[in-house]
């Protein structure tokens, strides 16, 4: 833009001066796009463009995320060579962990069957070859810590564990 400026003063004496203005347009800023992950997850890798530019917000650290801090907005700032600057935020969606339940210590009678099973997620797997709402009879007196390990719609893991205490 160029700007100029007419003086007149009361004695009929003037002038003018002429001044150039240069309006740089903001950066074009992206924070980067990022998938949902599991607050135990590692740390996220972030990556802006243009490259340069500093990433801020709750749970940044550097160019990482940690989940562990749950669902936040991570911002970018860059500054280009005209000293202009542009922000970008992102929503870095965080699921919590599913609260998975084995169910409550059991105590049978030896040769009887017990079936053991999982709430608080959509799959299951157990320790020791067992199989959720299948009934099984233990091999041996004592007692035998399971372990269940449930998987949420999300991917997200948990466990919880039962122990299985076997009589004569």
Do not use: H, R
């Not at 907005?73 to 870095?92: M, W």
């Amino acid at each position: 833009q160029t700007i100029t400026y007419n003086y007149s003063s009361p004695g009929n004496c003037s002038n003018s001066d002429v001044a150039t203005i240069t309006v740089n347009a903001l950066p074009i800023v992206d924070a980067g796009t990022y998938t949902a992950a599991c607050i135990d997850a590692a740390s996220i890798p972030l990556v802006g463009s243009p490259a340069g530019g500093v990433f801020s917000g709750t749970g940044v650290t550097g160019n990482n995320f940690s989940p562990a801090q749950g669902t936040q907005t991570v911002t970018y700032t860059y500054t280009d060579g005209n000293g202009c600057t542009g922000t970008d935020n992102q929503l870095i969606n965080i699921f919590n962990l599913p609260t998975i339940n084995a169910g409550s210590d059991i105590i049978i009678c030896e040769g009887q069957s017990v079936t053991l099973s999982g709430t608080g997620g959509t799959t299951y797997s157990w320790t020791n070859g067992v199989i959720n709402n299948q009934s099984f009879t233990p091999a041996t007196v004592g007692s035998v810590v399971y372990t269940v390990t449930g998987t949420d719609a999300n991917g997200c893991v948990n466990t919880d564990m039962v122990t299985v205490g076997v009589v004569e």
